[in-house]
């Protein structure tokens, strides 16, 4: 549900991985985890799902420039410490309301540790634009959770 908007796309997504990965369970050579690899494929495939929309939602790599989210002094402060705690459901929630490009670079990054290059080379932008994505879907995600947690209080 990480990399998508709807309980349907998660679905479409999960079955499409689970077919490439019987169809390529004789490839795996217990060279490393096999929960490496089948993550690995999993991911590949919501990849390869994003890229088959072709979104056009990147945030140039100039943009980059005038965000300077470590000048930001709340950067990592979602939440009052004394106010309730974040689950992974509040953070998947607001994920899936990031645009489909934040979303994507906020998950590869964030969740599968990939760095922006390897995300540049995924997705076909910059390292720039990866950067920018990601500074504005923290953004957008500290507001989100803020938001969440201030209709709850």
Known sequence: MRYTKDLDQGKE????????????LEKYKNDGSFEGWVRRIFTNNAID??????HQDFVPEDD???L???DD???HEFLDPEEETIQPKHVIEAMQLLSPAYQMVF??????????QEIADELGVSVGTSKSNLAKARMNMRKLLKKQFADRL
């Open 49 to 54: 799902s994003f890229r088959r929309k072709k």
């Open 107 to 116: 998950n590869l990054y964030v969740m599968e540790n990939y760095s922006h």
């Open 13 to 24: 997504l999960v079955q499409e991985g689970f077919i490439k990965l019987f169809g390529n």
């Open 73 to 75: 002094k709340d950067e």
């Open 64 to 66: 980059y420039k005038v």
């Open 68 to 70: 300077n989210v470590a």
